[in-house]
């Protein structure tokens, strides 16, 4: 399977940036899903950002114009660009990579790089 390790957490205030990375082995990222997702203490995981099979990229409602998806397909490294950090940004952050048609879940996940923002 895709080994994938995320990098690039850390603190930093309310207002500043973070550039995720996600580097990935083996097979080839640009025929699949690819996203980030987050889960903060005591609350579901959700989904972020990510790109489908096709290239699309979406974002979610909640970071839309502060978070930017980007992807090098010949690195095999996906990026989340986060600006306008918010406390409620503070969550543990997600790289995975699935099968079109499939759930997230049944993909490959990395351990998570954690964020925390402060007021």
């Known amino acids: 399977g895709v080994q994938l390790v995320e990098s690039g957490g850390g603190s930093v205030q309310a207002g500043g940036s973070l550039r995720l990375s996600c580097g990935g082995s083996?097979?080839?990222?640009?025929?699949?899903?690819m996203g980030w997702f987050r889960q903060a203490a005591g609350q579901a995981r959700e989904r972020v950002a990510s790109?489908?099979?096709?290239?699309?990229?979406s974002v979610m409602h909640f970071v839309k114009g502060r978070f930017t998806i980007t992807k090098d397909n010949e690195k095999n490294t996906l990026y989340l660009q986060m600006d306008s950090l918010t406390p409620g940004d503070t969550a543990l952050y997600y790289c995975?990579?699935?099968?079109?048609?499939?759930?997230?879940?049944?993909?490959?996940w990395g351990p998570g790089t954690q964020v925390i923002v402060s007021s």
């Open positions: 995975a990579v699935w099968d079109p048609y499939k759930p997230p879940s049944s993909g490959s």
């Open positions: 790109f489908d099979n096709n290239g699309r990229a």
């Open positions: 083996a097979m080839p990222i640009h025929s699949r899903n």
